[in-house]
């Protein structure tokens, strides 16, 4: 049972434009959710993050939206850049729950491809 | 730069032959976590120590154990690969306060192949 779920294996945007990264969620427990973004031969890194008593994170050109009673949440990238070209990851967490670490529930993610 | 290291980068290993993949941090985090990813998946979580503290997912498989000798360094040991266990494997660290988590900081990972 896939708790987070990317839809999308890719996406191409063109240079300059707004790229928009989708995610959906199952476990109405989870409180907080990040970004990650991968490089091929990298580990993900963190991108940005959002706590379920917001609808908005802003950070540069990145904004995480989220829709609790839609269970959604999307990435957007404005304007796009080549250097953003890279595998996007979404992933959840249930912190209210948890006495101990964050444990993240991560999307099969989707590839961004950023043409010039 | 502080960082998480994995080494090695690469491992082959032969079926059925034991095999350790090494992490270690320069962070000072005090969650070290393994995560399992193969070809096109989501990173699944194996299991992660809390300090000293060691948690286990209810689907790891007994096959996988890990060590954690001190702070900074957690070893995942695979007792008798199987050719399903060939994946990317991600070591990640964070810092749990109180109720304060971080994001978790990766590693570039090691990837395993069974021959």
């Known amino acids: 049972d896939q708790q987070v779920k990317q839809n999308s294996p890719s996406l191409s945007v063109q240079e300059g434009r707004i790229s928009i990264l989708n995610c959906d969620y199952t476990n109405s427990m989870f409180d907080y959710f990040l970004w990650y973004k991968k490089y091929p031969a990298e580990g993900p890194t963190f991108l940005i993050s959002i706590s379920s008593i917001k609808d908005k994170n802003e950070d540069g050109r990145f904004t995480v939206f989220l829709n609790k009673s839609a269970k959604h949440l999307s990435l957007h990238i404005v304007p796009s850049q080549p250097g953003d070209s890279a595998v996007y990851f979404c992933a959840a967490s249930a912190l209210g729950l948890i006495q101990g670490a964050q444990k993240l529930v991560f999307g099969q993610g989707t590839r961004l491809t950023i043409n010039p | 730069d502080a960082m998480v290291i994995q080494n090695p980068r690469y491992q082959v290993t032969q079926f059925g032959k034991p095999v350790t993949l090494s992490c270690s941090q320069t962070l000072n985090h005090n969650v070290m976590y393994w995560y399992q990813q193969k070809s096109s998946q989501a990173p699944k979580l194996l299991f992660h120590?809390?300090?000293?503290?060691?948690?286990n997912e209810a689907d790891t498989p007994d096959n996988f154990q890990s060590r954690r000798p001190n702070t900074s360094f957690c070893f995942l040991d695979i007792r008798s690969p199987g050719l399903g266990d060939a994946a990317m494997y991600l070591c990640?660290?964070?810092?749990?306060?109180?109720?304060?988590?971080?994001?978790?900081?990766f590693g570039d990972g090691t990837r395993l192949s069974i021959l």
């Open positions: 120590y809390y300090d000293k503290d060691f948690n």
């Open positions: 990640a660290t964070s810092r749990r306060h109180g109720r304060f988590n971080q994001p978790q900081h």
